[in-house]
């Protein structure tokens, strides 16, 4: 660990800055995870794109469908490809507490630098707020790596700003992605941004928090790597501008993906995120493959409108 369970926020607050992506994993054509491909990626992504942190073994990285055994070797390929480079937020997140916490034991002891750990769905309950608390104080009473609590609306519900207050307080709490509307990620950042971090997935949003809200953490999706090349980084560009107080400068960047955002928006498959994802990766040169079940893949036709959209969207590859 490079830092006490007790300075987990102030480290955080000095180290986990700038751009961090959420990993999707390549699977072979048998479905095993290729982890080749996956190293090549996480280079491509640390050493040409500037990627300062990775999120691995999350939603994006179809979880769900890995073995325990899987997911550990997911969080240790990361941590030996970026060391050094870049930093790792491991997602320990799973509906089954045993799991989750064997995952997050591992997680710290292998070296990545914090956890996630995603708010569990709550069957019946009504009132979440104690439940909430005690779930992720068993997390903070086991371990001293930094945490990130994770709302979204997979749980069936989204936690609350007043929720994520209590437990931000608990000792090595230190961020959120809050995949949530607006107007309650920027109350919560107003009540707490001064102790952790409060992010969204949102790219198209990013700019706008750096300068009302002075968020200095993008955590974390997939845009990342779905907007830039080696030789087109123009999300770092925005993004730097928007750091040295640069935001006239900034907006005219970020406004220049507009074209590339609606190629995506309008070629990807409503029901098939993931298997849009790698495949927007696999022609940008990365290592895409199939996805697993539940979740599918894309057609003959679909990948034709995708291709289609990509090759007209002004990227430079």
Known sequence: MKYTKNDAKAYARENMRGIWAAALTPFNADLSIDEAGLRSNIRHW??????????????QGEFFSMSLEERKRNIQIAVDECAGKAGVIASV?????????????YAQDCGADYIVVHAPVLSFVHDRNEVLYQY???FCDELDIGIAMWSHPDSGYLMQPEECARIAELPNIMAIKYSVPREMYVRLSRMIGDKIHVSTSQEDEWLDNIEELNWKLYLCSSPPY????????RMHEYTQLAFE????AARKVRDSLNPVRAAMARS???????????YWQELLGQVGGPVRAPMLDLTDQEKAAVRAAFEGCGLKT
Not at 96 to 102: G, I, P, Y
Not at 226 to 233: E, F, P, R
């Open 46 to 59: 640390v050493d040409d794109l500037d990627i300062q942190g990775l999120f691995v073994a999350g939603k």
């Open 226 to 233: 779905q907007l830039q090349t080696a030789n087109d980084k």
């Open 268 to 278: 990807r498959p409503a029901g098939k995120p993931t298997a849009f994802g790698k």
């Open 93 to 105: 997140s799973d509906q089954n507490m045993d799991t989750a916490l064997e995952l997050a034991h």
């Open 245 to 248: 107080g640069k935001f006239d």
């Open 136 to 138: 992720y104080k068993r």
